[in-house]
């Protein structure tokens, strides 16, 4: 006998707790998988370094253990000469496997330990023939596994120099955000952000750059990094019978903070800053709830002379930064016309 279900919520939030419950296995599932075709590809990797450091053997002998390996496992495509030289190659990068150490932060004697198990190997093998430094690798293993990226978007921020740029944004956290806030903060913006996506020239107006970073939002939002959620362009608020445009607002889901972006065509002048507070300090009245952290403010720039930005901040009490963005990609193309 069957009983029709009469409370739909009850079984909606029972349902999704089983799917919840379900993609938690497959999480598990495929992370023991992954580390354990890991654990095999560095056992194999590391016993042929053994070998050639103990015998002398020379590279043929890879060639025939691939030829070996392939007619006892026909079923089983990852035996060529070219993916055990990359097992070798990341014996070679990590002899502690399964993990990295690396220090805590530049010129640390601190360390961390980062798991080789969070992303896969064909992520490995681009990052061992891209990125040479330990450190730097280090660093695409933890922020593709935090922000879930796929091979090619992993590559894509490999080229655009993520590592250099990350967290390097002029600002006043320290002074302006309790600790808990003030070093996530540090860590999300960067210096400069790179807009070649946009496809435009470095002589741009600032109403044709917010229309483009519109228009590509989901590039401006993988450049800006995970957590950011787009509110609107050109955010109307009212302040004393006066309606003034915010050029973008973003909510950031990990800093549960409001954040204020202002965009400039030209070189950081002292009063942009002025105008940037402004707005915080609306948002911080009107919008936000007192669920949500201090609203921070990010102003870009073309160009920036850092001293007049420490000039220009010194004093405020709200969070605010303020980086470069770079437009290349079409100058550059303009560039090897006129050369070739």
Request: overall charge negative.
């Amino acid at each position: 006998m069957s009983v029709e279900i009469s409370n739909k919520d009850e079984y909606k939030n029972w349902s999704e707790s089983i799917f919840v419950k379900i993609q938690h296995a497959q999480t598990i599932t495929s992370f023991k998988i992954n580390t354990e075709m890991l654990s095999l590809y560095w056992e194999i990797g590391n016993s042929i370094l053994e070998k050639q450091n103990q015998h002398g053997w020379g590279t043929k002998v890879i060639d025939l253990l691939a030829k070996d390996l392939i007619d006892n496992f026909p079923n089983n495509s990852g035996f060529s000469v070219r993916n055990l030289k990359y097992m070798r190659s990341f014996a070679g990068a990590y002899p502690n496997f399964p993990f990295v150490q690396v220090p805590l932060a530049q010129n640390d004697s601190e360390f961390v330990q980062v798991s080789l198990a969070q992303i896969t190997w064909y992520h490995h093998i681009s990052l061992l023939t891209k990125v040479k430094d330990p450190i730097e690798r280090a660093y695409y293993i933890h922020e593709t596994a935090k922000n879930e990226w796929s091979r090619d978007v992993m590559l894509l921020q490999i080229q655009n120099k993520l590592y250099e740029r990350d967290g390097k944004a002029l600002n006043n956290f320290e002074q302006t955000l309790p600790d808990y806030q003030s070093d996530l903060a540090k860590s999300i913006f960067k210096d400069p952000y790179n807009f070649d996506f946009l496809m435009l020239s470095r002589k741009v107006k600032e109403v044709e750059l917010e229309n483009k970073l519109t228009q590509k939002i989901t590039d401006f939002l993988l450049e800006l990094g995970k957590g950011f959620a787009f509110i609107g362009r050109q955010f109307s608020i009212e302040i004393d019978n006066t309606d003034y445009k915010i050029d973008l607002l973003f909510y950031h889901t990990i800093l549960h903070a409001y954040v204020v972006i202002e965009l400039k065509a030209g070189e950081f002048l002292p009063e942009y800053i002025s105008k940037l507070n402004f707005y915080i300090s609306a948002i911080d009245d009107k919008i936000k709830t007192i669920a949500d952290e201090p609203t921070i403010g990010l102003l870009l720039c073309a160009s920036k002379s850092k001293v007049k930005v420490e000039y220009a901040m010194r004093g405020l009490d709200k969070p605010l930064g303020v980086a470069t963005y770079q437009l290349e990609q079409l100058v550059k193309d303009n560039i090897d016309e006129v050369i070739d």
